[in-house]
């Protein structure tokens, strides 16, 4: 499974930045699949995850109601989006794509088998 992330740049504050995550792989339309975020000097988050069918999701309480998860299993390369809206600087991080085996179980990073690389999202005051 291969995970590439898109879409991070500089926002102002209360705005929206919607990322992408392409996922290529044999066995991905399987996988929950989610995003983290790591801001500077501080451990890798969990931000929300989404399983396989798209029907179960899961946020942190710090982006619950702002940030919503979808993906796209229609073509043999599945895409993943993260929508973020009335962005806060301190959502400011760098984003990371990830696919488990269970989306109700990526909370943590133990709960992850693959890793894209990440995007930054720098959201202005």
């Known amino acids: 499974v291969q995970l590439q992330a898109s879409g991070g740049g500089l926002v102002q504050a209360e705005g929206s930045l919607r990322l992408s995550c392409a996922a290529s792989?044999?066995?991905?339309?399987?996988?929950?699949m989610g995003w983290f975020r790591q801001a500077p000097g501080k451990e890798r988050e969990f931000v929300g995850s989404?399983?396989?069918?798209?029907?179960?999701?899961?946020?942190a309480d710090s982006v619950e109601g702002r940030f919503t998860i979808s993906r796209d299993n229609a073509n043999a390369k599945i895409t993943v989006y993260l929508e973020m809206n009335s962005l806060k600087p301190e959502d400011t991080a760098v984003y990371y794509c990830?696919?488990?085996?269970?989306?109700?179980?990526?909370?943590?990073?133990?709960?992850?088998?693959?890793w894209g690389k990440g995007t930054q999202v720098t959201v202005s005051s």
């Open positions: 990830a696919a488990g085996p269970s989306s109700r179980n990526m909370r943590s990073v133990g709960g992850i088998s693959y």
């Open positions: 792989g044999r066995t991905v339309s399987a996988y929950g």
């Open positions: 989404i399983s396989w069918s798209g029907s179960n999701l899961y946020y």
